[in-house]
């Protein structure tokens, strides 16, 4: 569903039509890394999706209003049901979380009954619900690395990071075949030639790209991982490999430094999440205004979804 239209126009000076409702609906603005920089500007908290979510669950906000994709605003409202959460467009979906349908899971599942499933946060509430254990790409590695040796382990649902993970772990997975289509569009001639007109600059990536880019990163790690990195290495310039809103938050945080994005196959801006980019500052308005389009969620659905999240909290260091 996407509003194309409102009792209201939208208002001239957005952010401060924004900061107004969002004081009168006693609202927090979330806003992922991967969105556009207008809409991190406006929000609250920025960050990785479990990270966002945990946040909100602890302010005392009524409306949560998640500037990211589907399963990052249901992740929100199985954390906290009492809390309505909004999504400014519904159509901000996510290719691995739509790779990896419930049915097709469970199906998976049942073919391999003595495994545990260990599902990547990215996947619906419907996936989480049918999972062992969920884990984030900052914590897979230890969380894989503690399960029993003695149990075989699926990972879904993507075989990017999945692949990461094993050789990490030492452990052998079972993966599920789906993947990012950001991270899979990264051209490894680009990258290269970034590299030779930039040699001293360091080379980032995201578990979720493909083994050979990740062979030609100098630091691998999480989206908020690599924020880090940009801010503690000596470095004074770094090529990104994930979704390039991150580079606004390095830009911020370190502005002595510079940032090159990698583009996709054939130079496109194919990297841009276009399911990310979705939200805007005038859905942000909206929603807030219509208090819609809202995240509703069947209550045996979101506690059996909630368990492999709680599960992870516990088994995280």
Request: proline share 6%; with cysteine.
């Amino acid at each position: 569903m996407v509003f194309t239209a409102t009792q209201n126009h939208a208002p001239h000076d957005l952010p401060a039509a924004i900061s107004a409702l969002k004081q009168e609906r006693k609202a927090v603005i979330l806003a992922h890394y991967y969105q556009d920089e207008a809409v991190q500007d406006i929000a609250d908290f920025i960050g990785d999706s479990l990270e966002l979510s945990r946040k909100a669950a602890a302010t005392d906000a009524e409306v949560i209003v998640f500037c990211g994709v589907h399963f990052m605003a249901e992740t929100a409202k199985i954390l906290s049901p009492a809390k309505t959460v909004l999504l400014p467009d519904l159509e901000a979906g996510c290719s691995l979380a739509d790779a990896c349908p419930a049915e097709a899971f469970a199906a998976f599942r049942a073919e391999h009954p003595d495994h545990i499933a260990v599902s990547y946060i990215n996947c619906s509430a419907a996936v989480k619900a049918l999972s062992d254990l969920i884990c984030t790409s900052s914590n897979a590695v230890d969380l894989v690395k503690q399960l029993p040796a003695d149990r075989p382990i699926l990972f879904a649902p993507d075989q990017n990071l999945g692949r990461w993970v094993q050789r990490q772990s030492g452990r052998q997975l079972t993966l599920w075949p789906g993947s990012c289509i950001v991270h899979e569009t990264f051209s490894e001639q680009a990258l290269l030639q970034l590299k030779l007109e930039h040699p001293e600059a360091e080379v980032l990536a995201h578990p979720e790209c493909q083994q050979h880019l990740l062979d030609l990163a100098d630091f691998i790690g999480s989206t908020s991982a690599l924020l880090r990195r940009a801010e503690a290495s000596s470095a004074a310039s770094f090529i990104v490999l994930t979704e390039p809103g991150i580079l606004h938050q390095m830009r911020l945080k370190v502005p002595g430094k510079s940032f090159y994005e990698v583009p996709g196959a054939d130079g496109c801006s194919c990297n841009a999440c276009p399911y990310m980019r979705l939200n805007t500052l005038e859905k942000v308005w909206q929603c807030l205004d219509l208090m819609q389009p809202e995240i509703v969620m069947d209550e045996a659905l979101r506690l059996k979804a909630l368990a492999p999240i709680e599960k992870m909290l516990a088994m995280s260091r």
